[in-house]
């Protein structure tokens, strides 16, 4: 395997600090959104209809309950290894391009019998496309895994803004062209495309050559793990739309995706892009003993402290948003789009779930959670699913009170945490969240009501939540206060140092 110029080994000090990491992984995810942002909104306006989009939304559904299995832990093997040497780097790529290889034949093999089993011949050509994207992946995991293991989230920023840059120019490209659902999938192809050319090359060019598989039982271990909570991630997040698919129809899962998948960008936008970055930071502290519990309680407060607000706006000004948005077509995503978004605050409650139990050896504990709480998001949708698309949206919120229940416990236990102080935490949270709504509720009540909202008025109530919410910050003592007292000063310092960041 071709070596990089600076070999990824567990002695190799890290590019840049956390927080620098954190400011490339906010720029990249802000980019990355407004690209597909802007383009969701254009399909959805002139060129996809919701029938469409519920189309690829099934084929997408359907391969990714196996091509998600792809990483197999790789990912997390090759950050959180303490002593990666360039053998075992090359074993973990060997693995990883034989197992995700052979997932991806599997994805390809499923693309006529979903078509047989929704009796819709159009989903072959959508679900093949979308499956051979999958045989590019395995290319790109280690070369993007050893970028964020030495923190240079400058690379995996050209990473991220560049596929997504190829997913949108394809699918609106194609969609003007008249390709309808068959632009998207191409889009799903350019992307992982895309991903491929440009990590190979942040890396410095590596290929699984020669082959290795020697001292693999660590990266199976994890392997295993890793494979359980995929497939129970992909079945509870997939299952609704793959049902609603069968039972009611093309049109539903189109407005049921586009709420889920609203909410889910935004949840990305405003928490995901770090999440990457805290698990190699947090394996720092394990290697070096210090306590994980303060730490984890300073992200607990950033996840909540900005997404539960952002989410709970969403909910409530759900009606003028979809209006504004994507035009009246969409209209019955609405009252999906304000449960879903709901539902979002609490998969951030408890952030990094399954990250630390992994990081610090609790593997079968985290199996188990993994599985009771699959088996209840089932079980939620097989009861729901009968009575229509809201009462589907409203279980996703009963998963969502689930779920905290069950990882709360494991989490508080793997980072040595007493509930009190978590809940603490919470609250806090929860008094910024209910400050930023209240300009928006106020204004369905002495402006106009959600069906006549209009865009000055989303924009006015926005903007007095987001006032309240910075002085709730204040009152309270919220930690995420201090955060952003010190980012800003952290990112003045840069400009006076020539944009080297101190480090955290």
């Not at 989903?123 to 070369?143: C, D, E, K, N, R």
């Not at 139990?357 to 209840?376: D, F, K, N, Q, S």
Request: charged share 10%.
């Amino acid at each position: 395997m071709k070596r990089t110029p600076n070999p990824p080994t567990g002695n190799t000090a890290p590019a840049m600090s956390v927080r620098a990491a954190a400011l490339w992984a906010l720029v990249s995810q802000y980019l990355s959104f407004a690209m597909q942002f802007a383009t969701s909104i254009v399909l959805a306006r002139w060129f996809i209809t919701p029938a469409q989009l519920g189309q690829f939304s099934i084929a997408f559904a359907a391969v990714t309950l196996v091509a998600f299995l792809q990483d197999f832990g790789v990912t997390r093997y090759v950050n959180g290894e303490r002593d990666l040497t360039p053998e075992k780097l090359r074993m973990a790529f060997t693995i990883s391009v034989a197992f995700a290889w052979s997932i991806a034949l599997l994805a390809l093999a499923s693309a006529w019998p979903i078509a047989a089993f929704y009796a819709d011949p159009a989903l072959f050509g959508i679900t093949l496309i979308v499956a051979s994207s999958y045989l590019l992946v395995p290319l790109a995991i280690v070369p993007q895994a050893t970028c964020q293991r030495r923190m240079d989230y400058r690379s995996n920023a050209m990473i991220e803004i560049g596929s997504s840059v190829a997913n949108a120019a394809t699918a609106l490209v194609l969609a003007l062209l008249g390709y309808g659902a068959l632009a998207l999938a191409w889009g799903a192809f350019a992307q992982q495309a895309a991903r491929l050319v440009i990590s190979q090359w942040r890396s410095g060019g590596m290929l699984p050559w020669p082959l290795r598989v020697s001292e693999a039982r660590a990266v199976l271990a994890l392997g295993g793990t890793n494979t359980v909570q995929v497939v129970c991630q992909t079945v509870s997040s997939r299952a609704p739309e793959l049902a609603l698919g069968a039972v009611v129809g093309n049109a539903a899962v189109g407005l049921f995706s586009r709420a889920t998948g609203l909410a889910l960008q935004l949840r990305t936008l405003i928490a995901g892009a770090v999440t990457g970055v805290f698990y190699p930071a947090f394996r720092r502290l394990r290697d070096s003993g210090e306590p994980l519990g303060p730490p984890y309680l300073r992200v607990v407060a950033a996840y909540t402290g900005v997404t539960w607000p952002a989410m709970a706006g969403i909910a409530v000004l759900a009606d003028p948003v979809v209006r504004l948005l994507y035009g009246e077509r969409w209209m019955e995503a609405a009252p999906l789009l304000a449960w879903v978004a709901f539902a979002q605050m609490f998969q951030v409650a408890v952030p990094l779930n399954a990250d630390l139990p992994l990081l610090l050896g609790r593997h079968r504990t985290l199996m188990r959670v993994m599985v009771l709480e699959t088996i209840a998001s089932i079980a939620l949708l097989a009861v729901t699913a009968p009575f229509g698309l809201l009462w589907v949206a409203i279980s996703r919120a009963i998963h969502g009170i689930v779920w905290v229940a069950m990882y709360a416990p494991l989490l508080c236990r793997s980072v040595g945490l007493g509930a009190r102080p978590l809940i603490a935490t919470w609250m806090k949270g929860a008094v910024a969240t209910v400050a930023a709504i209240v300009p928006a509720l106020a204004g369905f009540v002495f402006w106009a009501p959600p069906g006549e909202a209009g865009f000055l008025q989303v924009l006015a109530t926005a903007c007095a939540g987001v006032a309240l919410w910075f002085v709730a910050l204040v009152v309270t003592a919220h930690p995420l206060h201090r955060e952003l007292v010190e980012l800003a000063a952290s990112t003045l310092a840069s400009r006076r140092t020539g944009g080297q960041l101190p480090a955290r």
